[in-house]
């Protein structure tokens, strides 16, 4: 089987359509990938996940690796197991917590040696350790080893992350083990255009399953992300999955699929509705604010997720005033379904010619996402 199908191309950018095929199940792509950090998609369960339209879901090494561990993992029946979801999943490698986690760890061309954020023990983590917990965990698709830099990064600094990430991504792959999964390199280099050339080609060169975008949404901003995408880009094979990881926003996401990208996960729909924020067509709403406090429209009119089909904004302020549990999870399925809505428009619109124009209006659109 064709482990990935390029069906339709955009003729005025570089948007695609395709088919990732996986162990359990095929993936359409353009796809957003929601997070399950350590195991679970937060506060979502797993049948209003799958109503959202979501078709694979995330979960992280590190974290797992931590918390509950590996051995337990397999003892309780593997990773698919317990998120109870049958569809596909995909694993990071834990190489960006080697970037969100610097203060506790240390790094060199070996590996690095974390002290956990839990409880402090020393945790060390290499190329091969990372696919071989990887490869146990179970996920369709799991990722390269590799460094993550800041926004701004020295060069010197820069350059070591992308020669490790280089070296790393050639021990994953003889480390690789389950032939059931599929491995993405990733790409890194900051926004340094040439650096990402030098990683994409001797990344590309090792013959990957999917190529991953890594070192983005760290602070770089929209116009040097995407400036950085549509270089990347270019490098990559058409005939294999493209990953933008960790993005991001609705224009995000539009602007990347012009570019070429195909997946994308991101924690901002989950993370921003536990904070009462809740995105629609028009832009974002705060559901605290005191204009909703007796409002009995839904989130959004034309939404049939089940808290719009369910709950008005103004009983959503009530709730999250008074700390009620529910709340939170009403918006991240709203969110959640609102960023399934997006890619089945881009699908859609990729489909029927209209690409093109559909994403520069929404650019403009979506503009107040930026902010």
């Known amino acids: 089987m064709t482990k990935f199908e390029l069906i339709q191309t955009d003729g005025c950018t570089k948007a695609r359509r395709g088919l990732l095929n996986t162990a359990h199940g095929q993936v359409q792509t353009p796809v957003f990938m929601p997070v399950g950090t350590a195991g679970a998609v937060k506060g979502i369960t797993p049948l209003h996940l799958e109503q959202t339209g979501a078709t694979i879901i995330l979960a992280n090494t ?69 696919t071989n917990i990887q490869n146990r965990l179970g996920a369709d698709i799991i990722m390269c080893f590799d460094q993550c830099t800041p926004f701004p990064c020295e060069k010197d600094q820069l350059q070591k992350a992308v020669d490790r990430t280089i070296k790393w991504a050639s021990q994953c792959k003889q480390a690789h083990a389950n032939a059931d999964q599929l491995l993405f390199g990733i790409v890194q280099g900051g926004v340094n255009l040439e650096m990402r050339s030098c990683c994409a080609k001797a990344l590309v060169d090792m013959d990957f399953d999917g190529y991953s975008i890594g070192g983005l949404s760290v602070g770089e901003g929209h116009e040097n992300m995407i400036k950085t995408v549509e ?99 009403l918006v991240s399925i709203h969110n959640i379904s609102f960023y399934q809505r997006l890619i089945a428009e881009i699908k859609e619109n990729i489909e029927n010619g209209e690409f093109d124009k559909w994403s520069s209006r929404k650019l403009a659109d979506y503009e107040v996402f930026k902010n």
């Open 62 to 130: 590190y974290h797992m690796l931590l918390r509950p561990g590996v051995d337990v993992v397999e003892k309780l029946g593997g990773l698919h197991k317990i998120m109870n979801w049958d569809k596909p999943i995909l694993t990071d490698s834990g190489g960006y917590q080697v970037f969100s986690l610097s203060s506790l760890n240390k790094i060199d061309d070996e590996g690095v040696t974390f002290a956990s954020h839990i409880d402090g023990a020393k945790i060390h983590l290499n190329a091969q350790i990372a």
């Open 231 to 329: 270089h990347t880009t270019d490098y990559l094979p058409a005939d294999k999955p493209r990953y933008l990881m960790g993005v991001g926003t609705p224009p995000d996401i539009i602007a990347a699929v012009r570019a070429g990208v195909d997946m994308f996960d991101c924690v901002m729909p989950t993370r921003n509705g536990r904070n009462a924020y809740a995105f629609t067509e028009s832009g974002p709403i705060r559901l605290r604010n005191s204009v909703h406090i007796d409002d009995n429209e839904p989130i959004e009119k034309d939404c049939d997720c089940y808290c719009c089909r369910n709950f008005s904004r103004g009983v959503l302020r009530h709730f999250f005033n008074v700390g009620e549990m529910l709340a939170p999870i």
